[in-house]
Nanobody, 118 residues
Framework: VQLQASGGGLVQAGGSLRLSCAAS??????MGWFRQAPGKEREFVAT????????LYADSVKGRSTISRDNAKNSVYLHMNNLKPDDTAVYYC??????????????WGRGTQVTVSS
């Protein structure tokens, strides 16, 4: 399965972004988002079960982010509001279980850069 993330860019603090990730075929995996800032480890952001009935969020984005998916389009989305400079990172989508750890995912996309200016 191949994953293609998009939607990143340069945003001012307080702004919003919607990241998208499309899988090359239909799957019954959970779909998640992780991010990695320069010099830091890849960290969990959010994940959603294959049927959408379970979601998890990192504390750092909880309350200002929404993960959703459209299985008809084999896609997952991450809508982020009130962006902060600390949100600056490369954002990766992944397929796997409903997990907050990178080891819980089997397939990874290449990532999309999000830069939040202060």
């Amino acid at each position: 399965v191949q994953l293609q993330a998009s939607g990143g860019g340069l945003v001012q603090a307080g702004g919003s972004l919607r990241l998208s990730c499309a899988a090359s075929r239909r799957t019954r995996y959970a779909m998640g988002w992780f991010r990695q800032a320069p010099g830091k480890e890849r960290e969990f952001v959010a994940t959603i079960s294959w049927n959408g009935d379970a979601t998890l969020y990192a504390d750092s984005v909880k309350g200002r982010s929404t993960i959703s998916r459209d299985n008809a389009k084999n896609s997952v989305y991450l809508h982020m509001n009130n962006l902060k400079p600390d949100d600056t990172a490369v954002y990766y989508c992944a397929l796997g279980g409903v997990s907050e750890t990178t080891t819980g995912y089997d397939y990874w996309g290449r990532g999309t850069q999000v830069t939040v200016s202060s």
